[in-house]
């Protein structure tokens, strides 16, 4: 008897749905190039929304061009500097509002200056910064601050189609990449001055040499600490733009109309009556039993 299928993962549901798209597309005779109105006839054949093929076409065709080949600091260390882009749905204005709200609540970044179409955040320092990881600290339900360590963040926001916008954004993390390198230029000097130093108290050669071994296993594991570094705020720009995607970004005059529930009828009603009714009157005193 077989046994029932477990469950999907996203990495297979990924690798499912691209064969599946594979496969439908090859019972097709599709040309080296396409037009867009092919692109949205293919895509709704497929059953995919005409809404999500025209922005991934937008995302496709704001592409930047590829940046240069990595320099030797770059595949020594990690890169100094990561970056991301999407398109979202909404206007420059909307997004460029649920951007800022959203860094200002879950990233330890001010802002350092803002024009038309590009924003720059810098590290939030002081007591500002203590506040905010100690509210963070106690509230429920925080996020972890992913791009505490860059030292620069840029966004810039172009418009596109109605309703579409490209989003880049930009971290710069050189300085601290610059301090891992000079720490492991410090451990090599140390080996090297070291062996230096034995070789001129005339100390066996390898006895001497002992410490360029250790040089370079130090000098390789400081190395391999700043790797993370890139990684962990490149993730954090992705979950930037995740928020700016999924979130409901609408334009201020698209936003709707507050329309009265049954409650505000019946608290209008109530008013209403209140403010007809006048002041109570009051009536004689009272007698009592006894006749006084």
């Given at each position: ?44 054949e497929v059953g995919i929304p005409r809404r999500y093929l025209q922005q991934a076409m937008l995302e496709e065709q704001s592409r930047p061009p590829d940046q240069a080949a990595p320099g ?221």
């Amino acid at each position: 008897m077989s046994s029932s299928p477990g469950p999907i993962d996203r990495a297979a549901l990924d690798r499912i749905i691209r064969r599946a798209a594979e496969l439908q597309t090859a019972d097709r005779e599709i040309g080296d190039e396409l037009s867009p109105d092919d692109v949205m006839a293919l895509g709704q054949e497929v059953g995919i929304p005409r809404r999500y093929l025209q922005q991934a076409m937008l995302e496709e065709q704001s592409r930047p061009p590829d940046q240069a080949a990595p320099g030797f600091l770059d595949r020594l260390a990690g890169p100094a500097e990561v970056g991301s882009y999407r398109v979202v749905r909404g206007d420059p204005e909307a997004v460029t509002r649920a951007l800022l709200r959203w860094i200002e609540q879950n990233e330890l970044l001010v802002v350092q200056r803002q024009q038309p179409g590009r924003i720059s955040w810098e590290p939030l320092g002081g007591i500002s910064a203590a506040i905010r990881r100690s509210s963070a600290a106690f509230g429920s339900g925080s996020r972890p601050f992913m791009l505490s360590k860059a030292e620069l963040v840029t966004a810039t926001i172009t418009a596109l189609e109605s309703d579409f916008c490209h989003v880049a954004l930009r971290a710069s993390v050189r300085p601290i990449r610059s301090a891992y390198l000079g720490g492991s230029a410090t451990a090599l000097t140390l080996g090297a001055g070291a062996t230096t130093a034995l070789v001129a108290l005339s100390a066996l050669l390898p006895v001497a040499l002992i410490p360029v071994p250790v040089a370079l296993g130090v000098s390789y594991a400081t190395l391999r600490r700043y790797r993370p570094v890139p990684a962990r705020v490149l993730l954090g720009l992705e979950r930037v733009l995740d928020s700016l995607e999924t979130g409901t970004v609408k334009p201020a005059h698209q936003l709707p109309r507050r329309v009265p529930g049954i409650l505000d009828a019946i608290i209008g009603e109530v008013r209403r009556s209140i403010e007809s009714a006048g002041p109570p009157r009051h009536s004689g005193p009272r007698r009592g039993t006894n006749g006084s």
